[in-house]
């Protein structure tokens, strides 16, 4: 008589190995291929470092603590002989900056602490002050160097474009992103941003300044190329734009000068003793820094040869004082400001946040890239200093509040703010740990548990 055993095979079991249903009736586990990791990330490992949370954070924070800096020592290393010469102090224009640093800090951050909802709520006031502003410019500026593009109230005296342009990202983050889904309307694409964008460059236009109107025009491209509005209409923008400020600056009377410059940059001849007397000392400081320069505070183009040797043409002294290394240095970190910022437009999933920062990333790095244009001599002069390098109270506190803006936008990364989080409470574990050990060290080991019979 046969022995049947307690257990009945069904269909599935019997068609199954008995050594594969023996051993998975003991429980054995069952074996994975191992999943290999992937090559490009074994090759790289640093890629785990750079896709990481909070790396926009900590980029734009280092590059924009390096570039203040370095900023301030130049600016103290190329005023001393012109502030002599006036009769100041040696340190007049390095204390006047410093002290615009000190108000810009921590406006920055608070700029950085900021949710991003508070930005949205402020992009029409702000976008309404800025216009109330540029408005008095024409009737009440001051004119300063050819252009009125400066109010003066009581003591303070400040420069309105720049308040326009951190208020026009803004605004315009506000409002092409509300309606991104309807950009491809040329209607809504016009209505209301490219009409404030108009109003502000016609107001900045009033005041004969160049310069800063360039800057504003690349600002609103780079919103606008961001929102995805229709590139033949961002084509037919930048050909006004140029038509515009042709007739402006080159058919009008009063522009002689700069139509002067332009065609000292771009002609055949040069006048050596006028118009091309700034960019070329701006190469002579440039070529006689070499490698490695003629040593930080010993630069010879500084002694009133080269004009606005502290604001527009620093980047000049920076080559000639640390040679072609500090020249790449600050070029670098601008690349890094790019780079931090096209990641926050890539990461963030709001668009509104998208939208500002390509404003704000256009206006920094595309005005230290015209800077450094015309001190080069690929540019003509047209006036525009070298963010958180030149000296100037109201472009470096405004270029740091916005940059403190894109810093918020940088925590609000998804994941970036638990990360941050985390980090902090490892430092705050490691200083207590730190702190009671050196307590430790001060009584002697007093506080130990008791060791022998006593501690039996």
């Not at 400001?337 to 704000?360: E, N, Q, W």
Request: with cysteine.
């Amino acid at each position: 008589m046969a022995v049947t055993t307690g257990t009945r095979r069904g269909p599935r079991a019997a068609g199954r190995p008995a050594g594969a249903a023996t051993a998975k009736g003991r429980g054995a586990k069952t074996s994975k291929a191992p999943t290999r990791p992937s090559s490009k990330r074994a090759e790289r490992p640093w890629l785990g470092q750079w896709n990481s949370t909070v790396t926009s954070y900590y980029l734009l924070v280092g590059a924009t603590g390096l570039l203040l800096v370095i900023g301030l020592v130049m600016v103290l290393s190329s005023s001393t002989v012109t502030s002599i010469a006036a009769g100041d102090s040696p340190f007049a224009a390095f204390l006047v900056q410093a002290r615009f640093a000190l108000i810009g800090l921590p406006l920055m951050l608070v700029a950085a602490r900021l949710p991003v909802r508070w930005y949205k709520r402020l992009a029409w006031p702000a976008m309404i002050v800025a216009l109330g502003l540029l408005v008095a410019v024409p009737f009440v500026g001051k004119l300063v160097n050819g252009n009125r593009n400066w109010l003066v109230l009581g003591p303070i005296q400040f420069q309105p474009s720049e308040l326009a342009k951190l208020a026009l990202a803004i605004w315009l983050g506000a409002v092409l992103g509300r309606k991104q889904h309807l950009l491809g309307s040329w209607g809504q694409a016009l209505v209301p941003g490219a009409l404030g964008l108009g109003a502000v460059l016609g107001l900045v236009m009033a005041g004969h300044d160049l310069g800063t109107a360039l800057i504003l025009a690349v600002l609103g491209l780079g919103a606008y190329w961001v929102s995805g509005a229709p590139a033949a209409m961002l084509g037919v923008g930048a050909v006004g734009a140029a038509l515009f400020v042709g007739w402006t600056f080159i058919v009008n009377q009063g522009s002689s000068d700069r139509l002067t410059r332009i065609l000292a940059t771009y002609g055949s001849t040069c006048d050596e003793a006028s118009e091309c007397y700034q960019s070329i000392h701006g190469l002579y400081g440039l070529g006689t820094g070499g490698l490695f320069g003629v040593g930080l505070g010993a630069s010879r183009e500084k002694w009133k040869y080269l004009p606005e040797a502290h604001n527009d043409f620093i980047y000049s002294v920076i080559g000639e004082e640390l040679g072609l290394l500090g020249t790449l240095l600050v070029l670098a970190l601008f690349v890094v400001l790019g780079v931090a910022m096209a990641r926050v437009v890539r990461r963030h999933p709001d668009p509104f946040v998208k939208i500002t920062t390509a404003a704000i990333g256009c206006w920094v790095v595309g005005q230290a890239f015209v800077n450094i244009g015309v001190v080069i001599g690929v540019l003509p002069v047209i006036g525009v200093p070298l963010p958180l390098v030149s000296a100037g109270g109201s472009a470096l506190v405004t270029t740091m509040v916005a940059l403190g803006v894109v810093i918020s936008f940088a925590r609000s990364e998804p994941g970036a703010a638990e990360a941050l989080a985390a980090r902090r409470s490892v430092v705050k574990r490691s200083v207590a740990v730190l702190s009671r050990r050196g307590r430790q060290g001060a009584t002697g080991g007093t506080g130990r548990r008791r060791g022998g019979d006593g501690g039996r």
